[in-house]
């Protein structure tokens, strides 16, 4: 994440998820709410990537070693699980970088639910909550809808960009590549960068300008998921990271980080610049959303 106005943010508490009650007599079965991943599931991605970065000159950059381990770390992750994966390569700089896109089998495509956040660091350093957090939410939502059987009314495909440190150019290239149907297919793109600063008492919603239906239906999930516990919210508009490209090109967009930390764009953003229960928190709100969207059916 580029250099950006975000207020500081602060450490929420644990969370409780269930089940919703049964369907009336007749009516179609209702799906069980999501599981609730705990920081024992997250934090390991987390430390895998700075294992990565501490092999590679401390660094998961665009266009290094770092950052091709990592990219192939996510895919080995999500291939185990059962999606389908596809690298999509593209130059900048004078350097190849990749983003990785994972497809969910089943749910309408039509309809299709986007779930992404930045892969690379800055040179400088490990970049774990800018952006490891945000991959590491969006990877454990991606096993875990996976490991739960999830019955999908929408298609769910995650995404990890390339090259967003020096100018959102993975995204970029992404929705360029779309066709003006594939663009219309995006019913939200949720977008997480820096997941788990540390001293956060707020999460920063972001909030699309255009109003459309798809990004109005997945803030106010979001929205909703923090009221249920209690933890402030603040609208941000955007977060100038990756749903900056999606936004200019018409796709709805939504999201939240929990704000610049201390070591932004420095070696000190190591794994011990994350919070624990702040990635936690943020884990499990990207699953609840992305687990509502998926079960929606659209009524237009």
């Known amino acids: 994440m580029a250099s950006r106005p975000f ?42 990537l700075q294992s990565i970065a501490d092999r590679n000159g401390g660094n998961r950059a665009h266009g290094t070693p770092g950052y091709r381990e990592s990219v192939a770390y996510v895919k080995r992750v999500l291939d185990r699980a059962g999606y389908r994966t596809a690298l999509q390569p593209f130059t900048q700089g004078g350097a190849t970088g990749y983003n990785l896109i994972a497809d969910l089998p089943g749910g309408d495509t039509r309809e299709t639910v986007l779930v ?31 490991e739960a059987h999830l019955p999908t009314e929408r298609h769910l495909r995650f995404a990890w960009w390339g090259a967003e440190e ?21 019913r939200a793109h949720l977008n997480l960068d820096q997941a788990g600063s540390r001293n956060t008492t707020t999460w920063l919603v972001t909030h699309d300008p255009a109003g459309s239906e798809g990004a109005l239906e997945a803030t106010r999930a979001f929205e909703g998921y923090f009221a249920a516990r209690s933890i402030p919210t603040f609208d941000i508009g955007d977060t100038g990271s990756d749903d900056r490209a999606f936004a200019a090109a018409g796709i709805p ?10 070591c932004i764009h420095s070696a000190c953003d190591d794994i011990h610049n994350v919070d624990r229960a702040v990635q936690t928190t943020s884990t499990n709100a990207v699953l609840d959303v992305t687990w509502q969207l998926a079960v929606a059916k659209d009524r237009r």
């Open 7 to 48: 207020l500081r943010c602060a450490t929420v508490g644990a969370l409780c998820a269930g089940l919703f009650g049964a369907a009336p007599v007749g009516a179609s079965p209702r799906v069980p709410g999501p599981p609730v991943v705990t920081a024992q599931r997250v934090m390991p991605y987390l430390k895998d």
């Open 116 to 146: 992404g956040a930045h892969l690379d660091s800055v040179p400088a350093g490990p970049g774990i909550n800018d952006n490891g957090s945000g991959s590491a939410a969006v990877l454990a939502t991606a096993v875990a809808v996976a």
């Open 166 to 186: 020096g100018g959102l150019f993975g995204s970029t290239h992404y929705v360029n590549a779309l066709s003006p149907a594939q663009r219309s297919s995006v």
């Open 253 to 262: 967009v939504a999201g939240f980080t929990t704000g610049i930390s201390d």
